[in-house]
């Protein structure tokens, strides 16, 4: 990597979610192109900062540093340590290496990793330690060694102002990336009667807002010897908010889950523009005004001797939203495909299924409804 030149800056997807996130990062000006695992953009670090700050679907932002072959250990060795370690990382902050091995002569990642750490700490005088927030990652496929720096941190689905999550929450990036699937602009009201913790709900309200997911947080780019605070404060404080006309609805028979939703909320800074009610699924009426997207995932049930209760609860849902629900449009998350028909709703669009957490899980959407 050059001083001035740009380099390849990869956005990690959620598997399957990489043509959203895609076409999010070129909505805000990146010129992005999707690859397997995720969105591969060009820059220099003030949009490594900027792609933190800005993108709601990246599960993480990694910065390459360095590509060589590397067919043995001593080979690697040699090659880390002409890398130019100053130029990313500070000599008194702590780091720590992570490699992975695919069809390679190198096979053995731990050993890599350690060759990488120990030419990284003699080389630059910095100390390796296993819980640094900096991550140097190193990728080994076909013999050929990428070097990457991890500039997030933390995963990016914790925008920073969550503190009360339900059971099984979605990720914020997903959702913020189902939200795209259905269409979801910023305009249109939103509503998930069963919003657990509330992401759907928050997210939808933050983007309505426009405002900037990372504004709450801190990255691990924090730490590197490339972070300008001038600059970075100057970007971050460019933050001006809508007020959006739309209104963001929440709702769970859970009253736990509805206290905690508001509390989110407050947090996020969308408290006025979103409404949580206690209500089970069955007494879930349209709000007044415009039709909007429904957005649910229901409880997927995976315990034994769940599926009939599940069967009903989905039956309920659907007849419940067929009912009240003319001119909203649906999207459905779940894992199992007879699930989502049990709703009997017109599902026409089927987006990928996403793996997320061991699961196959699918967003199910309909058009407006009669
Ligand atoms: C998978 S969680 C949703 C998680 C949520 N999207 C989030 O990000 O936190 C399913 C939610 O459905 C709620 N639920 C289950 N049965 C319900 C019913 N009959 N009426 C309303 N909510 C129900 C549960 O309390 C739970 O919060």
Redesign the pocket.
């Known amino acids: 990597m050059m001083a001035d030149e740009p380099f390849e800056i990869f956005l990690v997807a959620t598997p399957g979610l990489e043509g959203p996130l895609c076409a999010e990062a070129r909505a805000l000006g990146f010129k992005a192109k999707t690859v397997p695992g995720g969105v591969s953009i060009k820059g220099g670090w003030p949009d490594v900062w900027r792609a933190n700050l800005d993108i709601r679907g990246a599960t993480r932002v990694v910065a390459r540093i360095d590509t060589f072959r590397a067919q043995h250990l001593s080979q690697l060795d040699k090659r880390a340590r002409q890398v130019d370690w100053a130029k990313v990382l500070r000599r008194n902050r702590p780091f720590r290496v992570e490699a992975t091995c695919k069809h390679s002569k190198i096979y053995h990642s731990g050993a890599a990793a350690e060759r990488i750490e120990r030419a990284i700490a003699e080389e630059l005088g910095a100390n390796a330690s296993e819980d640094a927030e900096v991550c140097i990652k190193a990728r080994i496929e076909n013999d050929i060694c990428t070097v990457s720096v991890d500039t997030s941190g933390e995963l990016l689905h914790k925008r920073g102002h969550k503190q009360a ?7 914020e990036t997903m ?1 913020a990336m189902f939200l795209r699937q259905c269409g979801f602009d910023g305009t249109q009201p939103v509503l ?9 709900v928050i997210e939808a309200a933050e983007i309505a807002s426009d405002l900037k997911p990372g504004r709450a947080r801190h990255f691990a780019f924090e730490q590197l010897a490339t972070f300008d605070p001038v600059a970075w404060e100057k970007l971050r404080s460019s933050q001006t908010t809508i007020i959006p006309t739309a209104r963001f609805y929440g ?4 009253a736990g ?1 509805v206290r ?2 508001r509390a989110n909320a407050e947090r996020a800074g969308v408290s006025a523009i979103t409404e949580f009610k206690e ?4 007494d ?1 009426t349209a709000p007044e005004g415009p039709p909007g997207i429904v957005i ?5 049930g995976d315990r034994i001797g769940d599926k009939p209760r599940m069967r009903t ?1 989905y039956r ?2 659907g007849h419940t939203l067929l009912a009240r629900f003319s001119g909203w449009r649906i999207g459905l998350i779940t894992n199992d495909a007879s699930l989502a028909h049990a709703t009997g709703l017109p599902f026409s669009l089927t987006a990928e299924p996403v793996l997320h957490g061991g699961l196959r899980i699918t967003l199910y959407r309909t058009a407006a409804l009669p």
Request: aromatic share 6%.
């Open positions: 999550v339900a059971k099984a929450p979605m990720r959702a998930d009667p069963m919003c657990g913790s509330g992401t759907f709702s769970d028979r859970d889950a905690m939703s209500c089970s699924v069955e879930v649910v995932n229901p409880p997927y609860l309920t849902l």
